[in-house]
């Protein structure tokens, strides 16, 4: 099992498709563990973006994550994040095919509608950027506390 941060982005939000990548990664099989909307603070975003650091795009990724609400989640399943980035697709959405999240959703680069981790290594550090681990569900745990109600 493999966790990854996926971030949607203002544009995602602005335009409301929060709903409709939801859909799309619950149907690959994947659980969400953790979700929050929020305003990405300047701190935050460099952190985020610190690999990024001397590139000269830098101040726009930092500029452009912290011009509206982002929903900030954490999933997991097998292999979550190669299924993620194939969900995903390119960075640039001229590239992305069809069927793809960015192939049928972002408009630019920038405005590219989604992040999601690259490695296993990259989506460590950033899920504990936006969540500690005691806001990870366990679903291990959490099913044998599950109380189920008959409708």
């Known amino acids: 099992m493999e966790r990854s941060l996926v971030l949607l982005k203002p544009d995602a939000v602005q335009r409301a498709l929060c709903g409709r990548v939801i859909d799309r990664l619950e149907r690959k099989g994947l659980r969400l563990v953790a979700a929050r909307l929020l305003q990405v603070s300047t701190q935050l975003a460099e952190a985020h973006y610190q690999e990024h650091s001397t590139k000269p795009f830098f101040g726009d990724l930092v500029s452009y994550i912290t011009s509206g609400p982002v929903l900030a989640m954490v999933w997991e399943g097998y292999r979550a994040i190669q299924e993620i ?38 989506a ?26 008959e409708v």
């Open 124 to 149: 460590k550090r950033e899920i504990a950027l936006f969540f500690s681990e005691d806001e990870l569900v366990d679903y291990k745990r959490a099913v044998d506390s599950w109380v189920f109600i």
């Open 85 to 122: 980035r194939n969900l995903v697709g390119p960075t640039n959405p001229a590239e992305a095919p069809p069927g793809t999240i960015r192939g049928d959703y972002a408009m630019s680069v920038r405005a590219n509608v989604i992040h999601a981790s690259t490695d296993m290594v990259a």
